[in-house]
Structure formats: structure tokens, C-alpha cells
């Protein structure tokens, strides 16, 4: 073998680990490596599902990598190393960096991406030539995608992440969502719901919004409320347990705090199957953060009942010492837990209002018992989704 030859094998074998890093993350096994001289300036993998970017090509997160390395928007004197053929995007990319040495490995022909790169680095406007070499570990490139993509076919969630246990049975997994601003969404979360074999949601008409915004390919979704939660939390238990990897979703925060979920994670726990939940948006632990009250100590207490027992759950509440209180409450019941507060706690307690987290009208009133009620009247009343925070006696 060949100085030349060894060279080309050895960068091959760095971008191949790369497409592997990829596929465990579940984006399609493609790395990159971008060399000048003898050093690695660029590192690339695709990212396109771990970002939700269709655009997070293995090639063009490698130069993009270069560029800040070197300093230099031109990448005059380097080579680029991928292990499949570039598409017609990443080709561009290629030619608009000025690399001179295109080298990869496998060929997909049904692209068409090979006739697109040879006519972008013979087209004389570019005023840039591209040398290119093909072949290079051509098998072992070919043999990393053929993976994949048949573990894909046998099992569509076998790459969900490093929790997945080969072997085992499906996987119930809990995936919070926004609680007001979509942007919120994490990556993981977007990756699973892409993954799940089937998305089980609080209402269907609040779920299919966010999964079209963030490209979730079309698959079956379930209702799941309280009117039906036994009888869902049943089929739960089965799919998963045939080895589907379902996704339970509430209409905004985490499922299962003060929303339907609990039966379904029960019955999975009982039956001894799988269950994960992912870190998310959380209105108690936002609003408790941004409040200003103590937080090392905190206790969560839903949503009061709206009649019977209203005051004797609400006064058990606020008898626990040194401990902040977090309530769910209406708008329209604001300003009667407000006066049942200074009924059972005083005037001068202090509270906090956060509402509309995370949206546009976003907003935190602090005060007094007495002072929210004064501001709450001058308003006529409040608008959003409330979280009410209750400061300890003492």
C-alpha cells in the first residue's frame, strides 16, 4: 500500500468512527474529517435528527468546524474525508469553501449526488477545481449505513439513546412539552416523538401542531384523558410490552403532574416494563425558581378542589412549617383563593402569581396577600394559566 494510500485509510477510519457516533444518537451514519497537512481542523457527524435541521449534514458541520479552527472562510489547502458520497447541498458547500480534495467512500447511485458533485467542480463559473477520489474503505462504509438502516427496518426505536437495552421490551416513555413557548422543546424530545413507535396525547388537536412544527413523520396517536385512562393505560401496557416504544405526551409540561399519566406509568411499573422520563418544561419548578421564595423546601399542591374540601385541603397546606406552597389555580378562581388566603393565613403573607410562563405575556406579582388583591381588583380580574406560590408562616 501506498504513502497515499495509508493516508486516505487512516482519515477514512477517523470519519467513520464519527458516522458512528451518529447513528447511536439515531442520524444517519455519516462522519467527516477535514485535514491540513497532518492535522484534523474539522470534525463533523450529521446531526440533521439530533437538531431537527435538515441541513446538519456530516460535511457541512465539518466546515463549519474548519472555518473556526483555521480563522479563514477558505479552506484552500485542506482535503475533506467523508464516508458517503456528498449530496448535491453538501457538494456546493464543498465548492463555496474552496477545499480543493473531495475523498469519500461509498457511492449511493439512487442519489444521483455523484453526477451533481462532478457537475459543480467542472463548471468553468465556479472559477474552482475539485480533485475528488472515490472507493476509499468503499465496504466498511457501506456496511455502517447497510446497518443501520436494516436495525431501522426490525426496529425503528433501536437507536433512541444510550437507555435503549437490546433484548428487552418496548419502552414507556414520558416526554414533556412546552408550557407556552414551543421553542422549548428539547432535542431529545423531538428525537423520541420522531422515534416512537406511537404518541399517546392528553388531546390529539393540541399535540398535532407541535409534532408538524418540528417535522414528526405521521404515525398513530392515541387519546389519553381521565375519562379513559384505565382503559389506555391496558393498551399501554401492551404495546409496550410487544416491544413498541410509546411516547405519552400531555397537552403542555410533563405528563403526569397534575395530568393524566399516572395510571399508565403505574400499571407499567406493576407489570415490570420499562419506563423513562425525559428532563422538560415544568411550570412548578419554573415558577418556583423565578420566584424569590425559599426553595429548599417546597410542596406541590396541584390544583384545590374547586368545593368540598376546599378549605380544609388549602388550610393542611399552609400548616406545613418552613416550606413554601406551589398551587394550580384558575384565573376565574384567583381572587377567591386570594381572599381565602387572607382568611386563613392573614394579610400579610407573602405570594407570588407567576402566569402565562414562557409566553408572551409573561408575568410574575409579588406581594402581600393583601397587596394581590388590591392589584387584582384594580385589573378586574387576570388572564393566563396561574401558578400561585405561598411563602411559609415564618
Excluded: W
Aim: hydrophobic content about 40%.
Amino acid at each position: 500500500m501506498s504513502d497515499v494510500a495509508r493516508r486516505h485509510e487512516i482519515y477514512m477510519r477517523e470519519a467513520l468512527a464519527l458516522a458512528a457516533d451518529a447513528a447511536k444518537s439515531g442520524d444517519v451514519p455519516v462522519g467527516c474529517v477535514i485535514v491540513r497537512g497532518d492535522d484534523v481542523v474539522g470534525r463533523g457527524a450529521n446531526q440533521i435528527q439530533q437538531l431537527g435541521d435538515p441541513t446538519r449534514h456530516a460535511e457541512i458541520v465539518a466546515i463549519e468546524d474548519a472555518v473556526r479552527t483555521i480563522g479563514e472562510k477558505f479552506l484552500h489547502d485542506c482535503t475533506l474525508y467523508v464516508t458517503l458520497e456528498p449530496c448535491t447541498m453538501c457538494a456546493g458547500a464543498i465548492v463555496l469553501a474552496r477545499i480543493p480534495n473531495l475523498v469519500y467512500g461509498a457511492s449511493d447511485a439512487k442519489t444521483g449526488a455523484c453526477r451533481s458533485v462532478f457537475e459543480l467542480v467542472d463548471d468553468p463559473r465556479l472559477n474552482h477545481s475539485v480533485i475528488v477520489r472515490t472507493g476509499i474503505l468503499e465496504q466498511e462504509c457501506a456496511a455502517v449505513l447497510s446497518t443501520f438502516f436494516e436495525q431501522q427496518r426490525t426496529h425503528p426505536s433501536a437507536h433512541l439513546d444510550e437507555q435503549s437495552v437490546a433484548g428487552k421490551p418496548g419502552m414507556l416513555c414520558l416526554v414533556p412539552t412546552p408550557i407556552g413557548n414551543l421553542e422549548d422543546m428539547t432535542l431529545r424530545a423531538v428525537k423520541t416523538l420522531r422515534q416512537a413507535d406511537v404518541i399517546v396525547c392528553e388531546d390529539t388537536r393540541q399535540t398535532s401542531p407541535l409534532l408538524k412544527k418540528y417535522d414528526v413523520p405521521k404515525k398513530p396517536l392515541l387519546s389519553y384523558h381521565e375519562h379513559n385512562e384505565r382503559e389506555r393505560a391496558d393498551e399501554i401496557v401492551r404495546r409496550v410490552r410487544s416491544g413498541q416504544l410509546v411516547a405519552l405526551v400531555s397537552d403542555a409540561g410533563m405528563p403526569g403532574i397534575s395530568d393524566p399519566g399516572y395510571r399508565a406509568v403505574r400499571a407499567c411499573v406493576e407489570e415490570g416494563l420499562p419506563v423513562s422520563a425525559l428532563p422538560g418544561a415544568s411550570a412548578v419548578i419554573t415558577a418556583a425558581a423565578a420566584s424569590g421564595l425559599p426553595t429548599d423546601r417546597i410542596l406541590f399542591g396541584g390544583f384545590l378542589p374547586h368545593k368540598k374540601g376546599r378549605t380544609a385541603a388549602l388550610e393542611s397546606l399552609l400548616n406545613v412549617p418552613s416550606t413554601t406552597v406551589i398551587l394550580y389555580e384558575s384565573p376565574h378562581r384567583m381572587a377567591q383563593l386570594l381572599s381565602e388566603l387572607e382568611e386563613l393565613a392573614g394579610p400579610n403573607r407573602e405570594v407570588v402569581i407567576a402566569r402565562e410562563i414562557s409566553k408572551l405575556h409573561e408575568e410574575y406579582l409579588r406581594g402581600t396577600v393583601q397587596h394581590l388583591r388590591s392589584v387584582l381588583e384594580k385589573r378586574s380580574g387576570i388572564k393566563g394559566e396561574c401558578v400561585v406560590l405561598i411563602a411559609s408562616a415564618t
